[in-house]
Protein backbone atom coordinates (compact mmCIF):
# COMPACT_ATOMS: atom_id res chain seq x y z
CA UNK A 1 0.00 0.00 0.00
CA UNK A 2 1.26 3.49 -0.81
CA UNK A 3 1.22 5.71 1.76
CA UNK A 4 1.55 8.69 -0.91
CA UNK A 5 -0.71 8.35 -3.89
CA UNK A 6 -0.25 10.80 -6.60
CA UNK A 7 -2.03 11.60 -9.39
CA UNK A 8 -2.27 11.77 -12.55
CA UNK A 9 0.53 9.38 -12.97
CA UNK A 10 1.63 10.78 -16.19
CA UNK A 11 0.36 14.36 -18.06
CA UNK A 12 0.80 16.54 -21.11
CA UNK A 13 -0.71 19.56 -22.24
CA UNK A 14 -0.11 22.27 -24.50
CA UNK A 15 2.02 25.55 -22.84
CA UNK A 16 -0.40 28.18 -21.70
CA UNK A 17 -3.10 25.56 -20.13
CA UNK A 18 -3.48 25.29 -16.59
CA UNK A 19 -3.19 21.83 -14.57
CA UNK A 20 -3.23 20.48 -11.11
CA UNK A 21 -1.58 17.78 -9.88
CA UNK A 22 -2.70 15.68 -6.30
CA UNK A 23 -0.99 13.33 -3.74
CA UNK A 24 -3.48 11.76 -1.10
CA UNK A 25 -3.16 9.86 1.57
CA UNK A 26 -5.25 8.45 4.41
CA UNK A 27 -2.78 9.31 7.07
CA UNK A 28 -2.29 12.63 8.97
CA UNK A 29 0.62 14.26 8.29
CA UNK A 30 2.69 17.46 10.28
CA UNK A 31 4.31 18.42 7.00
CA UNK A 32 4.34 17.94 3.47
CA UNK A 33 6.85 18.76 0.95
CA UNK A 34 6.75 18.94 -2.92
CA UNK A 35 9.84 18.41 -5.06
CA UNK A 36 10.91 18.53 -9.02
CA UNK A 37 12.80 16.27 -10.24
CA UNK A 38 14.52 17.07 -13.62
CA UNK A 39 15.80 14.24 -15.99
CA UNK A 40 19.77 13.31 -14.76
CA UNK A 41 19.46 15.31 -11.75
CA UNK A 42 18.55 14.94 -7.83
CA UNK A 43 14.60 15.89 -6.15
CA UNK A 44 14.82 20.02 -5.82
CA UNK A 45 11.84 21.07 -2.96
CA UNK A 46 9.57 23.40 -4.00
CA UNK A 47 7.51 24.34 -0.95
CA UNK A 48 6.74 22.60 2.51
CA UNK A 49 3.19 23.08 3.48
CA UNK A 50 2.59 22.81 7.22
CA UNK A 51 -0.77 24.42 8.18
CA UNK A 52 -3.89 22.58 7.03
CA UNK A 53 -6.02 24.41 4.24
CA UNK A 54 -2.65 26.50 3.74
CA UNK A 55 -1.97 28.03 0.12
CA UNK A 56 1.36 28.70 -0.76
CA UNK A 57 2.22 30.62 -3.88
CA UNK A 58 5.59 30.41 -5.90
CA UNK A 59 5.21 32.27 -9.23
CA UNK A 60 2.83 30.40 -11.43
CA UNK A 61 2.85 27.56 -8.97
CA UNK A 62 0.02 27.48 -5.73
CA UNK A 63 0.13 24.52 -3.43
CA UNK A 64 -2.41 23.40 -0.87
CA UNK A 65 -2.47 21.28 2.03
CA UNK A 66 -5.82 19.99 3.05
CA UNK A 67 -7.74 21.35 5.91
CA UNK A 68 -7.19 17.89 7.45
CA UNK A 69 -3.76 17.53 6.48
CA UNK A 70 -4.23 14.23 4.53
CA UNK A 71 -3.88 15.33 1.02
CA UNK A 72 -1.93 18.38 -1.09
CA UNK A 73 -2.62 19.96 -4.70
CA UNK A 74 -0.34 21.44 -7.06
CA UNK A 75 -1.75 23.99 -9.30
CA UNK A 76 0.12 25.60 -12.01
CA UNK A 77 -1.06 28.33 -14.14
CA UNK A 78 -0.14 29.10 -17.72
CA UNK A 79 2.03 26.03 -18.21
CA UNK A 80 5.53 26.51 -19.69
CA UNK A 81 7.81 24.36 -21.07
CA UNK A 82 10.44 24.94 -18.61
CA UNK A 83 7.73 23.62 -15.78
CA UNK A 84 8.51 20.31 -17.54
CA UNK A 85 9.83 17.08 -15.13
CA UNK A 86 8.61 14.82 -12.34
CA UNK A 87 6.80 16.24 -9.19
CA UNK A 88 6.78 14.38 -5.94
CA UNK A 89 5.23 14.81 -2.80
CA UNK A 90 6.73 13.64 0.36
CA UNK A 91 6.17 13.38 3.86
CA UNK A 92 7.41 11.97 6.60
CA UNK A 93 5.02 8.96 8.48
CA UNK A 94 5.98 9.20 11.74
CA UNK A 95 5.85 13.25 11.74
CA UNK A 96 9.24 13.27 13.33
CA UNK A 97 11.70 13.90 10.17
CA UNK A 98 15.19 12.26 11.25
CA UNK A 99 14.52 9.07 10.10
CA UNK A 100 13.35 10.44 6.23
CA UNK A 101 10.92 10.89 3.70
CA UNK A 102 8.10 8.58 1.86
CA UNK A 103 7.80 9.57 -1.50
CA UNK A 104 4.74 9.30 -3.56
CA UNK A 105 5.41 7.72 -7.19
CA UNK A 106 5.08 11.09 -8.62
CA UNK A 107 4.06 12.99 -11.91
CA UNK A 108 5.41 13.12 -14.83
CA UNK A 109 4.57 16.74 -16.50
CA UNK A 110 5.81 17.23 -19.85
CA UNK A 111 4.32 20.88 -21.30
CA UNK A 112 4.32 20.70 -25.29
CA UNK A 113 5.63 23.86 -26.78
CA UNK B 1 29.06 25.37 -2.19
CA UNK B 2 29.44 22.47 -3.91
CA UNK B 3 26.43 20.97 -1.53
CA UNK B 4 25.77 17.32 -1.89
CA UNK B 5 28.07 15.50 -4.09
CA UNK B 6 27.96 11.64 -5.03
CA UNK B 7 30.66 9.63 -7.58
CA UNK B 8 30.50 7.76 -9.30
CA UNK B 9 27.64 9.34 -11.83
CA UNK B 10 27.57 5.61 -13.59
CA UNK B 11 28.50 2.79 -12.95
CA UNK B 12 28.18 -1.46 -14.40
CA UNK B 13 28.91 -4.22 -12.09
CA UNK B 14 28.63 -7.79 -12.22
CA UNK B 15 26.46 -10.10 -10.54
CA UNK B 16 28.81 -10.72 -6.89
CA UNK B 17 30.99 -7.82 -7.48
CA UNK B 18 30.88 -5.15 -4.96
CA UNK B 19 31.40 -1.47 -4.87
CA UNK B 20 30.87 1.23 -2.91
CA UNK B 21 29.00 4.24 -3.92
CA UNK B 22 29.87 7.56 -2.12
CA UNK B 23 28.63 10.98 -1.22
CA UNK B 24 29.75 13.95 0.72
CA UNK B 25 28.39 16.99 1.59
CA UNK B 26 29.86 20.34 2.94
CA UNK B 27 26.98 22.14 4.77
CA UNK B 28 28.00 20.54 7.94
CA UNK B 29 24.31 18.84 8.18
CA UNK B 30 24.12 16.13 10.73
CA UNK B 31 21.27 14.10 8.84
CA UNK B 32 22.07 12.34 5.56
CA UNK B 33 20.04 9.17 3.83
CA UNK B 34 20.33 7.02 1.19
CA UNK B 35 17.62 6.39 -1.60
CA UNK B 36 16.67 4.52 -4.33
CA UNK B 37 15.05 5.23 -7.51
CA UNK B 38 13.59 2.67 -9.72
CA UNK B 39 10.89 3.54 -12.49
CA UNK B 40 7.76 4.58 -11.52
CA UNK B 41 8.16 3.60 -8.01
CA UNK B 42 9.14 7.20 -6.68
CA UNK B 43 12.03 7.49 -4.19
CA UNK B 44 12.69 4.73 -0.94
CA UNK B 45 14.61 4.83 1.36
CA UNK B 46 17.58 2.97 2.56
CA UNK B 47 19.63 3.94 5.52
CA UNK B 48 19.80 7.48 7.48
CA UNK B 49 22.54 8.62 9.81
CA UNK B 50 21.60 11.45 12.72
CA UNK B 51 24.96 11.93 13.52
CA UNK B 52 29.16 10.41 12.88
CA UNK B 53 29.04 7.41 14.49
CA UNK B 54 25.25 6.48 14.21
CA UNK B 55 23.29 4.58 11.01
CA UNK B 56 19.82 3.01 10.86
CA UNK B 57 18.20 1.03 8.83
CA UNK B 58 15.10 2.45 6.08
CA UNK B 59 12.62 0.93 4.66
CA UNK B 60 14.84 -1.32 1.99
CA UNK B 61 18.00 -1.98 3.51
CA UNK B 62 18.53 -5.67 2.77
CA UNK B 63 21.97 -6.12 0.91
CA UNK B 64 23.39 -2.44 1.75
CA UNK B 65 25.41 -1.19 4.41
CA UNK B 66 26.22 2.39 5.45
CA UNK B 67 29.20 4.04 7.58
CA UNK B 68 29.06 7.35 8.68
CA UNK B 69 32.60 8.36 10.36
CA UNK B 70 32.67 11.76 10.12
CA UNK B 71 29.61 14.45 9.56
CA UNK B 72 30.57 14.54 5.41
CA UNK B 73 30.77 11.67 4.70
CA UNK B 74 28.02 8.82 4.49
CA UNK B 75 28.79 5.93 2.08
CA UNK B 76 26.38 3.32 0.70
CA UNK B 77 28.08 -0.55 0.42
CA UNK B 78 27.06 -3.15 -2.22
CA UNK B 79 28.78 -6.16 -1.01
CA UNK B 80 27.19 -9.10 -3.42
CA UNK B 81 25.65 -6.78 -6.02
CA UNK B 82 21.85 -8.05 -7.03
CA UNK B 83 20.04 -7.44 -10.61
CA UNK B 84 17.34 -6.12 -7.98
CA UNK B 85 19.80 -3.68 -7.28
CA UNK B 86 19.82 -2.19 -10.30
CA UNK B 87 18.27 1.29 -9.62
CA UNK B 88 19.69 5.14 -9.43
CA UNK B 89 20.75 6.00 -5.94
CA UNK B 90 20.29 9.61 -3.97
CA UNK B 91 22.17 10.48 -0.77
CA UNK B 92 20.61 13.41 0.72
CA UNK B 93 21.44 15.65 3.67
CA UNK B 94 19.33 18.40 5.92
CA UNK B 95 20.42 20.41 8.68
CA UNK B 96 18.14 19.36 10.87
CA UNK B 97 15.63 16.25 11.90
CA UNK B 98 12.67 17.95 11.45
CA UNK B 99 10.08 16.50 8.98
CA UNK B 100 9.76 20.47 7.78
CA UNK B 101 12.79 20.93 6.63
CA UNK B 102 14.42 21.01 3.14
CA UNK B 103 16.33 18.03 1.91
CA UNK B 104 19.09 18.87 -0.52
CA UNK B 105 19.72 16.16 -3.04
CA UNK B 106 22.71 15.34 -5.03
CA UNK B 107 22.67 14.04 -8.66
CA UNK B 108 22.49 10.72 -8.34
CA UNK B 109 24.48 7.65 -8.89
CA UNK B 110 22.37 4.88 -11.83
CA UNK B 111 24.03 1.49 -11.13
CA UNK B 112 23.16 -1.57 -13.82
CA UNK B 113 23.96 -5.00 -12.53
CA UNK B 114 24.36 -7.25 -14.97
Known amino acids: TQLLEQSPQFLSIQEGENLTVYCNSSSVFSSLQWYRQEPGEGPVLLVTVVTGGEVKKLKRLTFQFGDARKDSSLHITAAQPGDTGLYLC?????????????FGKGTHLIIQP | NAGVTQTPKFRILKIGQSMTLQCTQDMNHNYMYWYRQDPGMGLKLIYY???????DKGEVPNGYNVSRSTTEDFPLRLELAAPSQTSVYFCASSKQGISNQPQHFGDGTRLSIL
Open chain 1, 90 to 102: AANPTGGGADGLT
Open chain 2, 49 to 55: SVGAGIT
